[in-house]
C-alpha cells in the first residue's frame, strides 16, 4: 500500500533552516508529483510547492519563492523540503502528499506529518 | 491569487444531510477535491475530480461542481464524520486550499 513517511519533529531557532524527509514506499516514486503542504496549529492547510522526481521540475506558492528548496533522491525514494530563514510564523506541521496527474491533478496520500516548531 | 472559500462552520443532526460549499472564479471550469481531517490526523481524500470517490469512501459522500460553486454533501450524516473538510483546486499549476469548514454532528 501507499506510504509517505516522514522525519521526525523539529525544532529551530529564528533565522535557521529546516529539513523534512518524507519516504515514499509502495508505488513507482518517480511517476507522481510529490507537494508539501502545512498548517498552523487550528489554522487550514496552506499549499507550499510540488516537485517532479523524474524531471526535477518544481513550483512554488509564491509566498515560498526563494525560501523553500525541494529535491528528491530518485534512488531510495525520498523527497525532501528545507525551508530557510525560519521565523516564527512558520512553526506549523508540515505535510508530503504525492498527487497523481490523470485527467486532472489530484493529491491523494498524504504523509503523517512533521511538526516544526521556530522559537528562541 | 485564486482563493476558495468556505462557511467557517455547519452543525447537522445525525442521518441529515450536510452541504458545504467552496466558492470560487470559474470553479466550475476546474476540478475540485475534496478532504477530511480529523484532529491530530492527515487529511484524506474524498472526492476528487468533482464527484468521484477513491476506493474505501463511503457512498454517502458526493459531490459537485458547477458555475463558482463546488459541493461536498455528506447523506445519512454520522457521528464519525464530525470533521474538518477543505476543498481545493489547481489554479493553473499551483494548489489552493479552501478555507475549511468545522462540520459538528450532533
Known amino acids: 500500500q501507499v506510504q509517505l513517511v516522514q522525519s521526525g519533529a523539529e525544532v529551530k531557532k529564528p533565522g535557521a533552516s529546516v529539513k523534512v524527509s518524507c519516504k515514499a514506499s509502495g508505488y513507482t516514486f518517480n511517476d507522481y508529483d510529490i507537494n508539501w503542504v502545512r498548517q498552523a496549529t487550528g489554522q487550514g492547510l496552506e499549499w507550499m510547492g510540488w516537485m517532479n522526481p523524474n524531471s526535477g521540475n518544481t513550483d512554488f506558492a509564491q509566498k515560498f519563492q526563494g525560501r523553500v528548496t525541494l529535491t528528491t533522491n530518485t534512488s531510495i525514494g525520498t523527497a525532501y523540503m528545507e525551508l530557510s530563514s525560519l521565523r516564527s510564523e512558520d512553526t506549523a506541521v508540515y505535510y508530503c502528499?504525492?498527487?497523481?496527474?490523470?485527467?486532472?491533478?489530484?493529491?491523494?496520500?498524504w504523509g503523517q506529518g512533521t511538526r516544526v516548531t521556530v522559537s528562541s | 491569487s485564486y482563493e476558495l472559500t468556505q462557511p467557517p462552520s455547519l452543525s447537522v443532526s445525525p442521518g441529515q444531510t450536510a452541504s458545504i460549499t467552496c466558492s470560487g472564479d470559474?470553479?466550475?471550469?476546474?476540478?475540485a477535491s475534496w478532504y477530511q481531517q480529523k484532529p491530530g490526523q492527515s487529511p484524506l481524500l474524498v472526492i476528487y475530480?468533482?464527484?468521484k470517490r477513491p476506493s474505501g469512501i463511503p457512498e454517502r459522500f458526493s459531490g459537485s461542481n458547477s458555475g463558482n460553486t463546488a459541493i461536498l454533501t455528506i447523506r445519512g450524516t454520522q457521528a464519525l464524520d464530525d470533521a474538518d473538510y477543505y476543498c481545493q483546486a489547481w489554479d493553473s499549476s499551483t494548489a489552493v486550499f479552501g478555507t475549511g469548514t468545522k462540520v459538528t454532528v450532533l
Open positions: 502528499a504525492r498527487a497523481v496527474i490523470v485527467g486532472g491533478t489530484t493529491i491523494d496520500y
Open positions: 470559474k470553479l466550475g471550469n476546474k476540478y
Open positions: 475530480q468533482d464527484t
